[in-house]
């Protein structure tokens, strides 16, 4: 049915439904469709007039794509116009998300180069058969668990960590993938039903500020254990987010990560689970090794520079080398898709310049940080990227002109290293504060009076902002503390602070402010779970609304939602 048409048909059971519905709190709906493909716009306009019949009186639009609107097929702009037209024929509040600052993949799609950089500094490498090697050799024995412990067949040699050895944690000589031996965790939740961890590590002693792949063959049987990690620590500060793709049943196949030391020089290695339940997880053959030129980033802000062992003579693209680029940074397999580790791309000798074979140099560049399943962040500090934000907005303005404008600075997890960073001498914060002066001015100067909403948790002390700590790959203590001071009153908070621990104290700090909110609840969990959000806001001006919020796109429990706000 076309959507105007069922528009029609229901906008008098929509104004009957809001008539009857005395909410105390209007509810929301976030919408993160597929408007290319005609099935997505239809069960996007669908979902509309159905979330109108109940009686949500608005929409968050979340749409990765209008970062891209100009190269993609006329059906696009023609479905979005469309959707617009039918958001106001159902009453129906719109708000687009815009700026995809932290989950930067959309945006970086247009330049993968904009991404935030760690740096490497002064990585060595040989030149050998006419292209630049790796030449950093690292000692890892007993990589295969092949070697064990004196009188000891359960414990490998080298493991200073092993999760109960002999049950948990098992020598396997008749499952390997190479060698004589793999290391089995099998049952976890039977042998360790409390906190179902089964790890084994190892301290590895590598250079401050050089990128490393670490590389492991995995098996596994019905293994249904999760929070599977290759995790890298310093302390208590993890240098390797990643999650491995490790699935239920498969056969030896070899998982590897990147990390980056950053400025320390012993870390610990830690391979396993931590929420460990049935089956089984053979562990083989771990390696480590230079990352090289892997996703190389190349731009003003993150320069290479590559010199002689004694660092007084520089060497030249196009003159001693041949361009330093990978092709698969930020396209592997698509646009705006980072994979850590892919082959590195070869760097040539050009003849006739200064380098020699067997000749030694060191190698100072920056590359991405991949968190999980692939977010990378954009650096905030880079001057192209407001080219692209620009574009981005001045589309949705022209196209949507939507009620109002969510920023989506959200979970910025790499920041503050790279030189176009360095070069200001902010802080992350301050990095921060002075991209929301500039994202706001960009938007009011398209739209004065539309409203601007936020999502909360960069700028909240009890989230992401706190006063000290680590947070992810970000450079310093505390690094966002503070980032609330250059918000305008009046940017409307979306509030996602779900630990009842702390989210009165978040819903007080955004209202003292003077911000009005909006209770961004759900989260693909109980629906019922608004009512406590609405009972720690009680009391609190400016309670906009409640969002109904789902990351895996599931709306079958959008009545639930809005009947449980409205109850409260």
């Known amino acids: 049915m076309h959507p105007s048409l069922a528009a029609a048909l229901l906008l008098t059971l929509c104004t009957l439904a809001r008539s009857q519905a005395a909410q105390p709190v209007p509810c929301r709906l976030y919408l993160q469709p597929d408007l290319l493909s005609p099935a997505g716009f239809a069960a996007a306009t669908n979902l509309l ?50 700026m995809p600052i932290g989950y930067s993949n959309s945006l970086l799609s247009r330049d993968p180069n904009l991404a935030e950089g760690l740096p490497v500094r002064n990585a060595p490498f040989i030149v050998r058969n006419g292209v630049l090697a790796p030449d950093d050799p690292i000692a890892f024995p007993n990589g295969g668990f092949d070697a064990v412990e004196d009188n000891d067949d359960d414990t490998p040699a080298f493991w200073t960590l092993i999760d109960q050895p002999g049950r948990l944690c098992t020598m396997d000589t008749g499952t390997v993938f190479r060698g004589r031996a793999s290391l089995r965790m099998q049952d976890v939740a039977l042998h360790e039903p409390r906190h179902r961890h089964a790890r084994v590590g190892r ?29 890298v620590l310093v302390g208590a500060r993890s240098l390797c987010f990643e999650t491995p793709d490790i699935r239920p049943t498969q056969d030896w196949r070899r998982i590897s990560v990147v990390f980056n030391t950053l400025d320390a020089s012993t ?47 520089t060497y030249e693209e196009g003159r001693d080398i041949g361009p330093v680029r990978d092709p698969k940074l930020g396209n592997d397999p698509w646009a705006g898709d980072y994979t850590s580790w892919h082959d590195t791309p070869a760097v040539r000798v050009l003849p006739g310049g200064r380098l020699r074979e067997g000749q030694r140099v060191l190698a100072s560049y920056y590359q991405p940080a991949v968190i999980y399943q692939g977010q990378v962040s954009c650096c905030l500090n880079a001057p192209a990227l407001y080219d692209l934000l620009r574009r981005q907005v001045t589309w949705v303005h022209d196209t949507l002109a939507p009620d109002g404008y969510l920023m989506s600075h959200d979970e910025i997890r790499t920041q503050g290293w790279d ?135 599931n709306y079958t429990h959008t009545r639930a939602f809005l009947e449980a706000a409205r109850r409260q």
């Open 49 to 98: 007039v159905r979330a109108a019949g109940e009686g949500y009186t608005g929409i968050i639009l979340a749409s990765s794509r209008t970062m891209r609107a100009d190269l993609l097929p006329a059906a696009y702009r023609t479905h979005c116009l469309a959707f617009r037209e039918l958001c106001r024929q159902l009453h129906l509040d719109l708000v687009v998300a815009v």
């Open 203 to 231: 301290t590895l002693h590598l250079a401050p500020f050089r990128s490393y792949r670490l590389s492991v063959a995995v098996k596994t049987r019905d293994w249904t254990g999760g929070d599977n990690r290759i995790a």
């Open 267 to 313: 870390v610990k290695l830690i391979l396993g689970t931590w929420a460990g339940n049935t089956g089984t997880i053979w562990w083989d053959d771990v390696t480590i090794e230079p990352a090289g030129f892997v996703n190389i980033l190349r731009r003003d802000g993150t320069p290479l520079t590559l010199t002689d062992e004694t660092g007084h003579v």
């Open 419 to 553: 030189a176009s960073c360095e070069k200001t001498s902010f802080t992350p914060a301050q990095s921060l504060a002075d991209n929301m002066r500039r994202c706001i001015a960009m938007i009011r100067q398209l739209s004065p009076d539309t409203t601007l909403y936020l999502w909360s948790d960069m700028f909240d002390p009890t989230h992401n902002a706190r006063r000290s700590g680590a947070y992810f790959l970000v450079k310093g203590d505390g690094p966002w503390y503070g980032s609330w001071r250059s918000l305008p009153p009046d940017i409307v908070v979306v509030n996602w602070q779900f630990d009842p621990k702390t989210r009165r104290d978040s819903l007080r700090h955004f209202s003292d402010l003077g911000h009005r909110q909006i209770l961004a609840g759900y989260y693909d969990g109980d629906p019922r779970m608004i009512t406590g959000w609405l009972k720690d806001a009680a009391g609190l001006p400016g309670i906009d609304s409640a969002l109904y919020t789902t990351w895996q796109g």
